[in-house]
Structure formats: structure tokens, C-alpha cells
């Protein structure tokens, strides 16, 4: 069969199915695609660490998003999660506007099987890592979903147009998606080589260096404990908090936590775990007394990586002094030494 670009510029007609048939599954693609996308945006921008999704130290989020396998080119795999589904809806819009529908709907059938392809890279880190991320397992299962649509009506076209004719029928549509995901490369990069000035760790938009020694030792004196496993994503990212670049963690403030290992080998622990109800990691809890007392009362608890401002709330430690204001105060301290002696002679 003879093909040319004005066969691609036809409507509905070039499918089996009715037109209102394949409006619904258009529909049903469509809540499948925002909802993918919502999910997307999530990973990518909410508080995953909140402990919303990191139900233990198996079944979390964070150990698999921010493990190694969680960036593509340097680009958090959540963000092409948000183009992906982008590129889906706009499709989507573009076949009710009956514009190239049998271009549109044969790149769609492409789009989705990329899609798979994400799925079955995403399976395999967790199968390495070790954890399953909920949220993820969740967008896998639309994937397939929409894979199964997509490929119901792609099945109804009556005669589905050679690749390279839907290339140069869409051909800018397709530059424009590639420039994008260029971009974000680009840009995601750039902001990453920029973003560490001074060696600083960002986290919950504090920078860790302000964490200083005597803030950590307030924590503990004023009963904060810190209940979490070592295999846990987001007990590591709060840990970072409390350490510094090329120390180790005795050297660190980490070393004045109060930090209780829940899934230690030792039953002992788990036992202590179980009896203060921790079910997700990390968890802190403000306690009435000193953690070693056999009777004691929880007066606060928070699940979820916690930052400096959210932790000096709960606990009553005030903010670390910042590098400047440290320097201002020493040069006051100094200014009035030499005013001292002045004085004296």
C-alpha cells in the first residue's frame, strides 16, 4: 500500500472503532495520564521523607529515589515521570482535535512502550537495591495499564502508518520533545555543579554546616530520640544532617544523637521499637525523661526526616549561630577587649 503525508491528516476515519469508543478510551487514557502525572510531581517535588511513603525499611521511597538508579543522565527519573506524561496528554488533546489521529495514536503506542521500558529498569533497581518503592509500584501498574489501552486502539487502525511517515508528519512535535528533555539534561546538571557551594549539604532548605555540636547535645538533653534502621533511605538523609564532609561519625554532632537502631539483629531492640509503636523510619520522639528511665512518657513524636527549624520547634534547642553572625560576635567580643584595656591605661 502507497502511503503519503495526506493519509496522517485524516480523522477518525482511519480508525475501526467508532468515534465515541475511542473518545472514552481517549478519556480513560487521559485520567490515567493526569493521575500518573500528579504521582510524578509528587516524587519529584513533595516530602517524600515525611514518612508518606516510607512505610519501613523494605517498602520506602527514598532508599530507591535517591538511591544511584533513581537519576538518568543526572536527572531525577521522578522529572521525566512529569514530561512523560505531558507528552501523553498533549497527544491525547491532540487526537480529540481529530488532528492526525493515526500519527498520533501510532506515537502514543511508541510513547507507552518507553514507558514499559522505564518500568522494567525501575523493577530492576529495586530488585538491586533491595526495597520497593510503593508510589513507584503504583505509576508501574498505570504504565501497564495504559500500555494495554493504547495498544487496543493502536490494534484498530486500519492501516497504522510507517514510522517514517509519522517522523516527518510530526516532525517538529518530535524536535520539540527532544529539545525539552535536552534542556532539563542541561539544566538539572548545571544546577547540580552550581548548587554545592562551599562543600554545604542542602536539606529541608537548611544548610547542614550550621548544625553545630551543642545543638546535637541539646537534642539529647532534652530527651529526643531518634528511632530508624541503617538500611533506611531517609534515615540516612536525616543523618546527613548531623555530619560532616570527610568526617566520620565520631567526629561528627551525629555521635551526640540518641539513635536506636530498629532493625538491628539483637531482639532487644526490635522489642524497644515495638513497645514505643514505631512503624515508620525515621521516627523522633520527645520523651518526659532521660530514654533510659524503665518508666517514661512520649510528649511529642514526628515520623519523617525533620529539619534544623523543625527539630529546634520540637525539642526547644535553639538555632545553631551562622558562620557571619559567630564572626560578628567574636569581632564585638574583641572590640570590647581593646576598648577594656584603653580604659584601664
Known amino acids: 500500500m502507497l502511503y503519503n503525508n495526506s493519509a496522517l491528516v485524516t480523522h477518525f476515519s482511519m480508525v475501526t472503532l467508532n468515534k465515541r469508543t475511542l473518545v472514552q478510551y481517549m478519556q480513560i487514557i487521559g485520567i490515567l495520564g493526569v493521575i500518573n502525572l500528579l504521582l510524578s510531581l509528587y516524587m519529584a517535588f513533595g516530602d517524600i521523607e515525611s514518612g508518606t511513603c516510607d512505610i519501613n525499611a523494605t517498602l520506602s521511597c527514598t532508599s530507591v529515589i535517591k538511591s544511584e538508579y533513581g537519576k538518568i543522565f543526572g536527572v531525577p527519573v521522578s522529572y521525566y515521570g512529569i514530561t512523560w506524561n505531558l507528552v501523553l496528554l498533549y497527544c491525547i488533546w491532540r487526537i480529540y482535535l481529530e488532528d492526525k489521529v493515526p500519527a498520533f495514536v501510532t506515537t502514543i503506542f511508541i510513547w507507552c512502550s518507553i514507558g514499559i521500558g522505564f518500568v522494567f529498569y525501575f523493577i530492576a533497581a529495586e530488585l538491586i537495591i533491595g526495597k520497593i518503592c510503593p508510589f513507584c509500584t503504583l505509576v508501574h501498574i498505570i504504565n501497564v495499564a495504559l500500555m494495554y489501552l493504547v495498544f487496543q486502539v493502536y490494534c484498530q487502525l486500519k492501516s ?18 527532544l ?4 534542556m ?8 547540580n555543579t ?12 537548611i544548610n547542614k554546616k550550621i548544625t553545630n555540636e551543642s545543638f546535637s547535645q541539646c537534642l539529647t538533653r532534652m530527651n529526643m530520640v531518634m528511632f530508624g534502621s541503617s538500611s533506611c533511605g531517609a534515615c540516612m538523609n536525616q543523618k546527613k544532617l548531623f555530619m560532616l564532609p570527610g568526617k566520620d561519625e565520631t ?30 523510619y525515621p521516627t523522633w520522639h520527645k520523651f518526659e525523661n532521660d530514654y533510659k ?7 511529642e513524636t514526628h515520623s519523617g526526616v525533620m529539619g534544623i527549624a523543625e527539630l529546634s520547634k520540637m525539642s526547644g534547642c535553639q538555632y545553631p549561630l551562622k558562620e557571619n553572625n559567630s564572626n560578628e560576635n567574636e569581632n564585638n567580643d574583641n572590640d570590647n577587649e581593646k576598648d577594656k584595656i584603653i580604659n584601664r591605661n
Request: aromatic residues 10%; glycine residues 12%; charged residues 20%.
Open 293 to 299: 528511665s524503665s518508666e517514661n512518657k512520649i510528649l
Open 251 to 280: 567526629e561528627s554532632p551525629w555521635h551526640y544523637i540518641k539513635f536506636i537502631e530498629c532493625q538491628d539483629s539483637d531482639r532487644n531492640f526490635k522489642e524497644e521499637c515495638e513497645k514505643w509503636g514505631i512503624k515508620r
Open 179 to 182: 529539545l525539552v528533555h535536552l
Open 184 to 191: 532539563l539534561i542541561l539544566f538539572v546538571n548545571g544546577g
Open 194 to 205: 552550581n548548587g554545592g557551594v562551599g562543600g554545604g549539604i542542602i536539606i529541608n532548605g
Open 160 to 177: 497504522p502508518p510507517p514510522l517514517f511517515l509519522v517522523a516527518n508528519s510530526l516532525k517538529s512535535f518530535i524536535v520539540t520533545v
